[in-house]
């Protein structure tokens, strides 16, 4: 019985923010060095999987970053030109090519990254208020 109280243990939705938008910043920092240097691995038949689930992940880091709707909308928006013009940039490197498949799958990527958290955000709490 004591599984189900231990949510009021759990950080506040203010400490949740603040983690989620340094680890967004940080992955931010991070994805230059990912998708254009010669040193990050050559494409395989993995990557559209792999760009859509890193992008899920920084789409939910965005939406938990912000309390508003204008707030996660341009946080999403943000991210997702941003990866645009990483896809962009490979154009000018000898190594690394961009493409208009890596854009849309990115882009998808967001949006099931924003999908993931409106279900996590409407159908959790009334789970979470019925276990009290």
Not at 16 to 36: D, E, G, N
Not at 43 to 70: D, E
Not at 76 to 104: I, K, T
């Amino acid at each position: 019985m004591a599984f189900f109280h231990s949510y009021r243990s759990s950080p506040s939705p203010e400490m949740l923010r603040r983690a989620s938008r340094s680890i967004l910043v940080v992955l931010l920092a991070c994805m230059p060095y990912a998708t254009l240097s010669p040193a990050a691995s050559p494409p395989s038949q993995w990557a559209a999987l792999m760009h859509m689930a890193a992008m899920a992940v920084i789409a939910l880091l965005a939406c938990t970053a912000f309390v508003t709707l204008r707030g996660r909308a341009g946080a999403v928006l943000f991210v997702c030109v941003f990866s645009a013009l990483m896809e962009g940039f490979q154009y000018f490197s000898p190594v690394r090519h961009g493409s208009w498949q890596d854009v849309g799958v990115n882009a998808l990527g967001c949006l099931v990254g924003v999908l993931i958290f409106l279900i996590c955000h409407h159908v959790s709490p009334p789970i979470w208020r019925h276990l009290s």
